[in-house]
């Protein structure tokens, strides 16, 4: 029996070994709301806000100076951003801009924040919107 554990540890441990060599660690760091907040305070010219919502969404207000580029128009605009910046992707909750990051980071972008909790956490603070 323990012949026979052995082995099938061993095949594992080749089968996952190529795996294992191949993955990156994730370029995307996760966010909450007085973080988010602080950075917008900043007004750094290398951070861009980019709120991937849909129109619809937008009309209850955005982070002030927020690009609009909601999640389904992502994929058609990444060419016309740098990717030298430093991006804060967000969304409702923090579930689309986690997969707008995703994106991003699948199209070789590396400074990337996933603001967790999103507009739903920004509003109940009371931070400033733009409508």
């Given at each position: 029996m323990f012949k026979f554990i052995e082995c099938m540890r061993r095949s594992v441990m080749k089968?996952?070994?190529p795996f294992l060599k191949s993955s990156k660690a994730s370029q995307i760091q996760n966010i909450y709301s007085d973080t988010?907040?602080?950075?917008?305070q900043a007004q750094d010219k290398?951070?861009?806000?980019?709120d991937v919502r849909e129109a619809f969404e937008w009309r209850e207000?955005?982070?002030p100076g927020a690009l609009k580029i909601s999640l389904s128009e992502l994929s058609g605009k990444i060419h016309s951003l740098d990717p030298n910046?430093?991006?804060v992707l967000?969304?409702?909750s923090g579930n689309r801009s986690l997969t707008a990051a995703r994106m991003l980071e699948k199209a070789g972008f590396t400074q990337l924040?996933?603001?967790?909790?999103?507009?739903?956490?920004w509003q109940q603070k009371r931070y400033p919107l733009s409508k």
């Open positions: 089968l996952s070994l988010v907040y602080s950075l917008y290398d951070t861009v806000f980019i207000g955005i982070i910046l430093n991006y967000v969304c409702r924040s996933n603001f967790q909790g999103g507009m739903m956490a």
